[in-house]
């Protein structure tokens, strides 16, 4: 066989085998959408400054189902004094990594010079909740229950 024709060969194979892969990956539901996540959270910081607030987070979901949160866009409200001013800042990537598991990927949170929280946050996403409790870098600590409109799901193949 000429090296030609092993060189088509190996490049359809491989081809073949990063789209089998691609055909397969977990994706969010539903797509084409845009969706909202509230509920009560909590976030720590070093000397356990911060509070419990009630959270609002804005996102999108593309054809491919791979979701994104707007964290500038999102709200905290509540009686600590903390839910005034924490900001969301970055894209958020929201990544299915089980049937019932997904991670909030690039997530930076800020309070004012109090508090800057930045990583990954996993949890659980079933019936629509996300739910989730993690130590991030730098002695953060964030949890919550999120209820997402429309529910999002994950799609797993």
Do not use: H
Request: hydrophobic share 40%; net charge positive; proline share 6%.
């Amino acid at each position: 066989m000429s090296a030609i024709r092993t060189f088509a060969w190996v490049s359809l194979i491989a081809v073949g085998a990063f789209a089998a892969s691609a055909a397969s990956a977990a994706s969010l539901t539903p797509v084409n959408s845009g969706f909202s996540a509230s509920g009560p959270t909590n976030l720590t910081g070093p000397g356990g400054v911060g509070g419990p607030c009630t959270s609002t987070f804005y996102g999108s979901i593309d054809a491919f189902g791979n979701g994104t949160i707007n964290g500038p866009a999102s709200t905290f409200v509540g009686s600590s004094l903390i839910c005034s001013v924490i900001k969301g800042q970055n894209t958020w990537q929201l990544v299915p990594t089980s049937p019932t598991t997904g991670e909030l990927r690039n997530v930076r949170v800020v309070a004012l010079g109090l508090i800057a929280c930045q990583g990954t946050v996993r949890g659980t996403l079933v019936g629509g909740v996300f739910t989730f409790d993690t130590v991030l870098p730098g002695n953060c600590r964030v949890s919550g229950t999120l209820t997402t409109w429309p529910t999002v799901g994950i799609a797993w193949p």
